[in-house]
Nanobody, 131 residues
């Protein structure tokens, strides 16, 4: 099992920035993806960003491209999400999740709702952007 703990959420004014962190513990894997997903009240879960451990390739949802940046530290099994130019529409619970990837998996087509192919989930951290 993998235990994921998010931190860094909070209240920020529109136009501001926040940095989320996700610390993973438990089993380790050589080929995995770790990422961020968010869910606003009354809305479906949305894929925000994801990164693969083996080649560092990244995925960004259309609504956050150019504003959010994902990074990870494979040695520490940790992921970060730098969020800039935050908007009221970014208000949501942000959850970290991880997936063990099969050998040879390419692209991001497998990243589909509702579970986005993720095997492990954190409890989430609330981000509130005031306008």
């Amino acid at each position: 099992q993998v235990h994921l703990v998010e931190s860094g959420g909070g209240l920020v004014q529109a136009g501001g920035s926040l940095r989320l962190s996700c610390a993973a513990s438990g089993r380790t894997f050589s080929n995995y993806a770790i990422g961020w997903f968010r869910q606003a009240p009354g809305k479906e879960r949305e894929g925000v960003s994801c990164i693969k451990s083996r080649d560092g390739s990244t995925y960004y949802g259309d609504s956050v491209k150019g504003r959010f940046t994902i990074s990870s530290d494979s040695a520490k099994f940790t992921a970060y999400l730098e969020m800039n130019t935050l908007q009221a529409e970014d208000t949501a619970v942000y959850s970290c999740a991880a997936a063990v990837l099969p050998h040879g998996l390419t692209g991001w087509d497998w990243l589909r709702p509702p579970k986005y192919g993720m095997d492990f989930w954190g409890k989430g951290t609330l981000v509130t952007v005031s306008s």
